[in-house]
């Protein structure tokens, strides 16, 4: 699986938009990026994955750039309890139960009011 | 519906105890991850099963280390002759079979050697 590189830490206004990046340059072509992040002491939770195309769920959108070398985490109001460790994983989908993640160390996001 | 639950959540033992985790997945999920984070990590993968078959014990730092799900359900980690590198919170995740993409967590066992 591609190794993915993110910033340690990043800081933001609550009620503005955060905006995580995530590089992953030597992405193969069959290779989905993930986000999951980890709420203090809880397990991680995930977020949302996208091959190539822009996503969007009830939690956040992903931006995949064209070359899909990078790609962006958008919470788009970030509150109090968007407070958290945010990891970007690339990984191959099997389409069925198998397939362990690579976590790396992910950004700590702090959301200040 | 009920999420993943693993117990206990904290675990305090001596050098050289041995000691088992339990890991009750989503009802119905066919593969079950166990996994370790050590403090200011992500978390490290130790080892999958589907069903009760252990596919993938790759990840198990040592031969002290030993998981099992004999009934394709309840999971137990066993760590024997625990050492003070066995401090970690080991999380357990479970995973759906139609959608292994997603993996839900539960909240981890602390378990601190002293």
């Known amino acids: 699986d591609a190794k993915t590189t993110q910033p340690p830490s990043m800081d933001c206004a609550e009620g503005r938009a955060a905006n995580l990046p995530c590089n992953h340059s030597?992405?193969?072509?069959?290779?989905?990026v993930y986000w999951y992040r980890q709420i203090h002491s809880q397990g991680p939770q995930y977020i949302i994955h996208?091959?190539?195309n822009n996503e969007t769920n009830e939690m956040a959108s992903l931006i995949i750039t064209e070359d899909r070398k990078s790609s962006t985490l958008i919470l788009p109001h970030a509150t109090l309890r968007d407070t958290a460790v945010y990891y970007c994983i690339v990984r191959v989908d099997y389409g069925g139960s198998q397939g362990n993640l690579i976590f790396g160390k992910g950004t700590k996001l702090s959301v200040k009011p | 519906g009920a999420g993943v639950s693993q117990s206990p959540r904290y675990k305090v033992a001596k050098r050289g105890q041995d000691v088992a985790l339990r890991c009750d997945p989503i009802?119905?999920?066919?593969?079950l991850f166990w996994y370790q984070q050590a403090l200011g990590q992500g978390p490290e993968f130790l080892t999958y099963f589907q069903n009760e078959a252990q596919l993938d014990k790759s990840g198990l730092p040592s031969d002290r280390f030993f998981a099992e799900r004999p009934e394709g359900s309840v999971s137990t980690l066993k760590i024997q002759r625990t050492q003070q590198e066995d401090s970690a919170v080991y999380l357990c995740?479970?995973?759906?079979?139609?959608?292994?993409?997603?993996?839900?967590f539960g909240a981890g066992t602390r378990l601190s050697v002293l």
């Open positions: 030597t992405i193969s072509g069959n290779e989905y």
């Open positions: 995740a479970s995973s759906p079979e139609q959608r292994g993409y997603i993996q839900y």
């Open positions: 996208g091959l190539k």
């Open positions: 009802s119905g999920h066919v593969s």
